[in-house]
């Protein structure tokens, strides 16, 4: 909670210079907040990849899910060619060197520049699954990270902190979920945890499961789970990051998101500090035990 309270603060420093720079420097400057203020009124263009099984569940979870904005479909083609018109946001899946897609929204317009209210912006840009040998399971959790983003939109047309912070902004908030019980696929462990391929209990209200197990508590909505998974690229190098999120299963709220680095074998998932470090800010509270 600590640290959340201090990333707070300096995003609010941060803020107050923007608007020092804003007041005094030579031209206007427009915040993200600013610029992202015309959101609601403009289409999103979801964009589909090619990957048929990819596009089904995309279409369906869309047309399920998305509330925050009119949205349309599109293919590749007409994102290239529309992706510069600021009268579109686009929700698409973007890749980096590393070997990631992320499931990113970026408002079109010419190249990005804070002194124009129409210009490119990157909105959120959230880890979706590696580029190759993917293991499935990010169909799983798509509703979660469409949820997911969407949470962020709403929040950042008020908020300045999550502007700047990013999905970090979410951090810090395990306690208020304290008798909710936290579950990890095994895969997702890395390979500082002892017996990982074995273990049971993580500690106290933190369970490892196989990934079927937790998938189908997520599934299931079950309302007492929070599911725990990594997103990482099939190999680790200089560049690539593992990210770590924590979801609730019923709402699809996330309570904990951290990357990283992943330059070796076996340093994939939660590590054992990290475990640790879940358990002291989780704080689990056993109902059952206390009475």
């Not at 810090?172 to 002892?194: P, W």
């Not at 196989?210 to 997520?218: E, M, R, V």
């Not at 990594?230 to 699809?252: K, M, Q």
Request: hydrophobic residues 40%.
């Amino acid at each position: 909670m600590k640290s959340r309270w201090i990333k707070y603060l300096a995003a609010s420093a941060l803020a107050l210079l923007c608007a020092g720079l804003t007041a005094f420097g030579q031209g206007r400057i427009y915040t993200r907040k600013a610029r992202l203020a015309d959101f609601q009124t403009k289409t999103t263009k979801v964009v589909l990849s090619g990957d048929s099984i990819l596009d089904i569940a995309l279409r369906e979870e869309v047309r399920r899910r998305w509330r925050i904005s009119p949205f349309e479909f599109c293919d590749s083609e007409d994102f290239e060619a529309q992706k510069n018109d600021a009268s579109y946001y686009f929700l698409y899946l973007s890749q980096d060197g590393s070997g990631m897609a992320y499931l990113t929204l970026m408002k079109g317009g010419n190249d990005e520049s804070f002194r124009s209210i129409d210009s490119k912006l990157e909105v959120v840009r959230i880890p979706f699954s590696p580029v190759v040998i993917s293991s499935g399971r990010e169909l799983v959790y798509l509703s979660a990270l469409l949820d997911i983003v969407q949470v962020f939109v709403e929040e950042s047309l008020t908020s300045t902190a999550s502007n700047i912070l990013g999905l970090s902004y979410y951090n810090g908030n395990l306690s208020k979920v304290r008798k909710k019980k936290i579950y990890v696929a095994r895969e997702d462990l890395d390979q500082s945890v002892a017996d990982r391929d074995s273990v049971d209990r993580l500690a106290p209200g933190v369970f490892a499961v196989d990934d079927f197990t937790a998938d189908s508590l997520f599934t299931a909505g079950a309302p007492d789970a929070l599911i725990a998974f990594s997103i990482a690229p099939a190999s680790p190098s200089r560049g690539a990051r593992c990210y770590n999120l924590i979801v609730a299963a019923d709402t699809n709220d996330l309570y904990y998101y951290q990357s990283h680095a992943y330059r070796k074998p076996g340093k994939r998932g939660f590590s054992k500090s990290e475990i640790k470090a879940i358990r002291k800010e989780h704080g689990y509270k056993d109902e059952k035990r206390k009475k």
